[in-house]
């Protein structure tokens, strides 16, 4: 099968960082599994983190890839849930060879029926991102997800990035007024599209900005971007009883007494790898929510966070799309597709 692989960790502007290359097809799925072929791709900061340079030198080539979107082509003699010809998403484990290959064991517990009104691209820049979201909100933070934000404010640091193009979406639907910083005309325009009912410029302080929209704190704050960065000024904005929800490792240590411990803030980490990399006894919750985020999809209640798109899938185009995650500036999800 094609594959797009690394066996050395280099800058991204080394041709040798991802390569295009031939592997055997995997062994036909047991248990759980599921044998996918792959339509479509998505990047995400994790693919440039683990891609990033480093010493180590893999013996054999390492398939990098977390979101994709395919067909299921066989299942395992434990597969319940999918049957060939299946249209299927998932982000699925880290510990696991990746979907930039034509074929893809994943376990079927970390995995949902794509969405019918999308193609496999727009499918493919979901899964990650909207799992992640799922889960900073509605598990790790104590909101429900329909009207869990009924008459609360979110702070959404980083709004017009794949995991904020989604968590404003599912945040405004369960009920929360929405504010998230961006700085340019068209992350600004890109957020309110996404759900934001406000926009400030986090190049700017941001207690002024949100005192002049009429909220001095708070109820809970998302930071999708710089944890360390941003960590006073949310201790300084949240109100006593919030919480903030962290995704980002943050570059030095942190204070966590006061204030949060004054204002009895909570704070959660979410790490959407964590259920398969530790085989946690709810694993398939990944699985339900994900048919959950289709199901919204399919309604009109949720949008694709799809906005840019390369094809085919090949180590030129995932290249670059690592160099554009790495620039900062995309916007939404880049897609792969094709090959």
């Known amino acids: 099968m094609k594959a797009v692989a690394l066996t050395r960790y280099l800058p991204v502007d080394d041709p040798q960082s991802l390569l295009d290359v031939d592997l055997p097809d995997p062994a036909a799925p047991t248990g759980h599994d599921l044998l996918v072929r792959v339509e479509a791709v998505s990047v995400n900061p994790v693919d440039t983190k683990v891609r ?3 010493p180590h030198v ?3 080539p390492k398939v990098l890839g977390y979101d994709a979107a395919g067909i299921v082509e066989a299942v395992g003699d434990g597969v319940t849930r999918f049957r060939p010809g299946d249209r299927v998403y998932y982000a699925g484990d880290i510990t696991r060879p990746g979907s930039n290959a034509q074929l893809q064991l994943v376990d079927e517990r970390l995995v949902g029926h794509a969405p ?6 727009q499918a493919a820049a979901l899964p990650l991102t909207a799992l992640t979201a799922w889960e900073l909100l ?3 933070m104590p909101y429900d997800s329909d009207n869990g934000g009924a008459g609360k404010t979110l702070l959404v640091i980083a709004g017009a990035g794949g995991v904020g193009s989604i968590a404003m979406q599912l945040a405004r639907r369960a009920g929360f007024t929405v504010i998230a910083t961006a700085s340019r005309a068209q992350t600004i325009d890109w957020c309110k599209a996404m759900g934001a009912h406000h926009v400030i410029d986090h ?3 941001l207690p002024p900005q949100l005192a002049a929209l009429g909220f001095n704190t708070v109820d809970a704050a998302i930071n999708l971007a710089d944890t360390s960065r941003y960590w006073d000024v949310l201790g300084e904005l949240l109100a006593p009883l919030g919480h903030v929800g962290l995704i980002v490792e ?3 240590a942190l204070r966590i007494g006061d204030p949060y411990k004054a204002k009895c803030i909570g704070i959660h980490w979410e790490m959407m790898f964590a259920r398969a990399r530790f085989r946690t006894a709810d694993m398939d919750e990944q699985g339900r929510i994900l048919d959950r985020v289709a199901s919204l999809i399919d309604s009109g209640e949720l ?5 840019d ?10 290249r670059e799309a690592h160099r554009r995650l790495e620039s900062g500036t995309t916007v939404g999800k880049l897609v792969l597709s094709g090959w």
Do not use: C, M, V, Y
């Open 309 to 318: 798109a390369l094809s085919p899938i090949n180590a030129a185009n995932l």
């Open 303 to 307: 949008r694709g966070t799809q906005h």
């Open 58 to 60: 893999e013996a054999q």
């Open 52 to 54: 990033s340079p480093k």
């Open 138 to 140: 509605f598990q790790r």
């Open 116 to 121: 019918a009104s999308l193609d496999a691209a």
């Open 203 to 205: 190049r700017q302080p």
């Open 250 to 252: 943050p570059s030095e």
